[in-house]
């Protein structure tokens, strides 16, 4: 039996504000994407309040933090060294794992970016380089990393794991496994949308649940969907929990800033995991915990 291991998971702090672009960069979808941080992101997503849930995660004393993209928001060659300082004040590399979001790869030209500048923090133990999944091993944890992020035409906001990548899945989920491993898997796109969100899909959620199904997880955590979440998919001895967590700096509506906790502990096949839901009051200020849950209970 080992001793509880504490995973914090934040997303989709969509970093500002934006520096200025340069007019050959606004073109195609950054062009409505710069707009559409003018007119209405840029209000929504405040430095302030992310301030606010960095400290109170900080204040968790988590043994690790979990990452789920959206550090940017249209790709802007300039975004993404203030978004690896920003990181690098979370944790180093070993402390912190990042997957990356649609809008990290926003336009075609960024898509190396990533890994460029934050490359370092979505690799595999020992790996020299980024390639998805990649699998880190943490306390009793494996944290499989993977990539949905791909251009898309304007208006869409989908994402894409790819053949190769879902090839590679069964292998990295078996293996961890195999090493007596609770499994979470990292994805910033949920492995399926409610149909209001049908823009905004993964494209091939079906491949990933059928992977999910055959081999397994104990855990699945993502972002996009801007919303605390939980549901469950079909695993291949027990239901997988699929926990999402909200935008890290968003205030709007019912809409708040908040993240998740996940205190893991036992040990192969008597694992217990218990979710915590943090969000930020309307006062922009006051913490609250809007959910307590053992997992799969
Ligand atoms: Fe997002």
């Known amino acids: 039996m080992r001793p509880m291991f504490v995973l914090a998971h934040l997303s989709d702090p969509h970093l500002g504000p934006l520096p200025t672009p340069r007019l ?46 959206d550090l940017v928001n249209i790709s802007l060659t300039g975004e993404y060294a ?40 979505m690799r595999g133990d020992d790996a020299p380089e980024t390639a998805f999944p990649f699998v880190r ?12 992020a791909a251009p898309t035409a304007p208006f869409l906001a989908t994402g894409r794991l790819g053949r190769e990548q879902i090839a590679r899945l069964p292998e990295a989920l078996d293996r961890s496994n195999r090493e007596g491993l609770f499994r979470v898997v990292l ?4 492995p399926i949308s409610k149909p209001a969100r049908y823009l905004k899909r993964l494209l091939d959620g079906a491949d990933l649940r059928a992977a999910l199904a055959r081999h397994g997880a104990e855990l699945v955590i993502h972002g996009h969907d ?58 922009g200020d006051t913490m609250v915990e809007t959910k307590r849950i053992v997992l799969g209970d």
């Open 226 to 283: 801007h919303a605390h979440s939980l549901i469950e998919l079909e695993g291949p001895q027990r239901r997988i929990p699929v926990v999402g967590a909200p935008s890290a700096s968003e205030a709007r509506g019912k809409h708040c800033a908040g993240y998740n906790l996940y205190r893991v502990e036992g040990g192969s096949g008597q694992w217990r995991c218990e979710a915590i839901w943090r969000s930020l009051a309307r006062d």
């Open 137 to 148: 091993r943490r306390g009793p944890l494996a944290l499989i990393g993977l990539s949905t």
């Open 24 to 69: 050959a960069e606004l073109m195609g979808k950054r062009a409505t994407g710069f707009l559409n941080w003018q007119r209405k992101r840029g209000l929504i997503h405040r430095a302030d309040l992310l301030a606010r849930i960095v400290a109170d995660l900080e204040a968790q004393a988590a043994d690790h933090i979990a990452v789920t993209g």
């Open 82 to 121: 203030p978004a690896r300082a920003w990181l690098a004040a979370l944790g180093p590399p070993r402390d912190v794992t990042l997957v990356p979001g649609n809008h990290d790869v926003y336009v075609r030209a960024a898509a190396r970016h990533p890994q460029l500048y934050w490359g370092e923090y």
């Open 187 to 190: 994805i910033h796109h949920p």
